[in-house]
């Protein structure tokens, strides 16, 4: 079990919620919402606003859009179909996404689309749950003929970085590309988190929300959980920020009523997609720290949860993971500073900060953070609505991060 249950310092908490409040009250962040937990002990702070400039106060059930903070729970989905042996790691996944059999490979990464290679072995159900399937965003070679290539086949739009068509046009023109590498071969952002949400849906004959809703999010009691905000719970989701990197100006990104996520989507993303709320989520990373079970109910098996939060990278890929970790700096909370990834998430392999090895998560570009710690048995998760188009989220991220690790009292 790790250490004691003896949760938190009352001042450590005090600390904490000072932090967060400064950073709310700077006028750079409306608001936010806390969850930590220790054990049994949890502790939630609801702090600022829904809107800038004032209006209703967040609460504790205010609905988040978890951006790639998705990427840990959607992963569940394939989990499941591990477990009963409707998939297998190691099978190719030809037989279910015919689209992306007999792939090309890009002779270079960066170089011209037709200068390809066959691929050396199909792509695995292992390459998609690793992110290693050859498909992959990186936001810092905007310049390479394959990102132009993304956008211009309307594999992902530009201003959201999910797709936009229905998963079966999705999966035909994302088939039109090449792989940027072998099978298996590199670390590669977000594709592979979409493709599995196709996958899963294509193995089961429902659709990836139905699915992980009656195997997951149901179980769990996730009853704020989904790819869109119905209509009655609207008027708990806040707008979407994303302030201006020059001026600071709060900039609306997505709005509430007829907004991004206000309808069910065409395409239910893996990669970034949910949308959510602090207590729905501490119970999917209670249930991971339980190695499975929640209450006398077992949503994974204790292996499965293992293999998810743990590294499974080998050292060559771990090494073009963190070069692409410090490029991408405004993915905050120590980004450079995990080491490894397990499936659908990062995984400390290394002490780089205040957190210890073994800590699993992941953030997102919403302003979100969860991240659960088994040595301190731990769950730590902050959610705004600011995005990290300036550094604002990510430092209010970081500093909750460092404040948390205070405030364990042993």
Not at 76 to 83: E, N
Not at 96 to 124: F, N, Q
Not at 180 to 194: H, T
Not at 225 to 237: E, I, Y
Request: hydrophobic share 35%.
């Amino acid at each position: 079990m790790g250490k004691g249950n003896s949760g938190f310092s009352a001042a450590g908490l005090r600390r904490l919620r000072d932090v967060l409040a400064r950073h709310v009250e700077s006028g750079k962040i409306p608001g936010l919402v806390a969850l930590v937990s220790r054990g049994e002990e949890r502790h939630v702070e609801a702090i600022g606003t829904m809107r800038h400039g004032g209006g209703l106060p967040m609460r504790r059930d205010t609905i988040f859009r978890m951006a790639s903070t998705t990427k840990p729970v959607a992963v569940a989905g394939a989990m499941v179909l591990l477990d009963e042996c409707r998939l297998r790691l190691d099978d190719p996944i030809d037989r279910w996404l015919p689209e992306l059999a007999d792939r090309r490979v890009l002779k270079r990464a960066d170089g011209p689309l037709d200068d390809t290679v066959p691929a050396r072995r199909p792509i695995t159900v292992r390459d998609l749950l690793t992110s290693t399937c050859g498909l992959g965003l990186d936001m810092t070679a905007k310049d390479a003929p394959m990102m132009g290539a993304f956008f211009e086949q309307g594999v992902y739009g530009q201003e959201w970085l999910l797709p936009a068509p229905e998963p079966d046009e999705w999966m035909r023109r994302l088939a039109t590309l090449p792989l940027m590498y072998q099978p298996g071969e590199r670390w590669l952002y977000n594709v592979s988190d979409d493709v599995l949400g196709v996958l899963v849906a294509r193995v089961t004959g429902q659709s990836f929300e139905t699915f992980l809703r009656e195997r997951v999010f149901e179980p769990l009691g996730m009853k704020d959980t989904g790819f869109h905000v119905p209509a009655d719970k609207l008027d708990r989701l806040p707008p979407l920020y994303a302030p201006d990197p020059q001026t600071g100006e709060f900039i609306v990104a997505d709005e509430v009523e007829g907004g991004h996520h206000s309808k069910p989507p065409a395409f239910q993303s893996g990669g970034g997609g949910l949308d959510s709320t602090v207590d729905d989520y501490h119970a999917y990373f209670r249930m991971l720290l339980n190695h499975g079970t929640h209450g006398t109910q077992r949503v994974l098996s204790r292996p499965a949860v293992e293999l998810m939060t743990t590294n499974r990278l080998t050292p060559g890929q771990l090494a073009a993971r963190e070069a692409w970790a410090r490029d991408v700096v405004h993915l905050a909370h120590g980004t450079g500073q995990h080491g490894g990834w397990g499936f659908g998430m990062a995984v400390r392999t290394y002490r780089g900060d205040y957190a210890p090895v073994g800590q699993f998560g992941w953030d997102g570009g919403a302003g979100t953070t969860t991240y659960a710690d088994p040595e301190n048995q731990l769950v730590g998760i902050l959610l705004t609505q600011t995005g990290m188009s300036t550094p604002d989220s990510s430092r209010a991220i970081h500093d909750f991060w460092t404040t948390l690790y205070q405030a364990i009292d042993d």
